[in-house]
Antibody
Framework: QVQLGQSGAEVKKPGASVKVSCKAS????????MHWVRQAPGQGFEWMGW????????NYAQKFQGRVTMTRDTSISTAYMELSSLRSDDTAVYYC??????????????WGQGTLVTVSS | SYVLTQPPSVSVAPGQTARITCGGN??????VHWYQQKPGQAPVLVVY???DRPSGIPERFSGSNSGNTATLTISWVEAGDEADYYC???????????FGTGTKVTVL
């Protein structure tokens, strides 16, 4: 079955960077776009961007342009999301989510378990 | 602007029907997906393309979409349906992915 396994929780100081990993299994990694979505404590979801594992093309939400970098390593079926210049309002759970196989209109049919990133001095 | 508005909360008795709305400008012109999130867990896709269900999702979950409102309907509500529910739309012209504000469903 499709599984996305994310790296563990992180605590970072303001101004630092964080890199979260997402290891895919149970399907062909290069066959599906991977998205990153975050959820601040007690809040809703915010889409950050996607990476096409087949070729590495990316598309970032305007809000994160210049601060986020999404990469992948196809040899180990893993996607990465790096966010720099962290601020306290970047404290959130970060999810990777697979672009669904059900619809031609993008949806997220599998999610990682989430990675809590806490930004605090 | 890309704003999808949901009621903050919906309360329903077991066995009754819960209806969760997602309001957006001309949302009927887009395909709406719905997610269920239980506390401390990742979201689960429960309805895609307005009204279709992924494999493994009970028939009790259904959806509709027209005009400025999409609706997720949960029939014969069970205690296990208590969760937060979010709608989501892809705006192809700008390749943006927008989530609704979320609705907490409480089973009385």
């Amino acid at each position: 079955q499709v599984q996305l396994g994310q790296s563990g929780a992180e605590v970072k100081k303001p101004g630092a960077s964080v890199k979260v990993s997402c290891k895919a299994s149970g399907y062909t990694f290069t066959g599906f776009y991977m998205h990153w979505v975050r959820q601040a404590p007690g809040q809703g979801f915010e889409w950050m961007g996607w990476i096409n594992p087949n070729g590495g093309g990316t598309n970032y939400a305007q809000k994160f342009q210049g601060r986020v970098t999404m990469t992948r390593d196809t040899s180990i079926s893993t996607a990465y999301m790096e966010l720099s210049s962290l601020r306290s309002d970047d404290t959130a759970v970060y999810y990777c989510a697979r672009d669904g196989d059900y619809s031609k209109f993008p949806s997220f049919d599998a999610w990682g378990q989430g990675t809590l990133v806490t930004v605090s001095s | 602007s890309y704003v999808l508005t949901q009621p903050p909360s919906v309360s329903v008795a077991p066995g009754q029907t819960a209806r969760i709305t997602c309001g957006g400008n001309d949302i009927g012109g887009y395909r709406v997906h719905w997610y269920q999130q239980k506390p401390g867990q990742a979201p689960v896709l429960v309805v895609y393309d307005d009204s279709d269900r992924p494999s493994g999702i009970p028939e009790r979950f259904s959806g509709s979409n027209s005009g400025n409102t999409a609706t997720l309907t949960i029939s014969w509500v069970e205690a296990g349906d208590e969760a937060d529910y979010y709608c989501q739309v892809w705006y192809s012209s700008s390749d943006r992915y927008v989530f609704g504000t979320g609705t907490k469903v409480t089973v009385l």
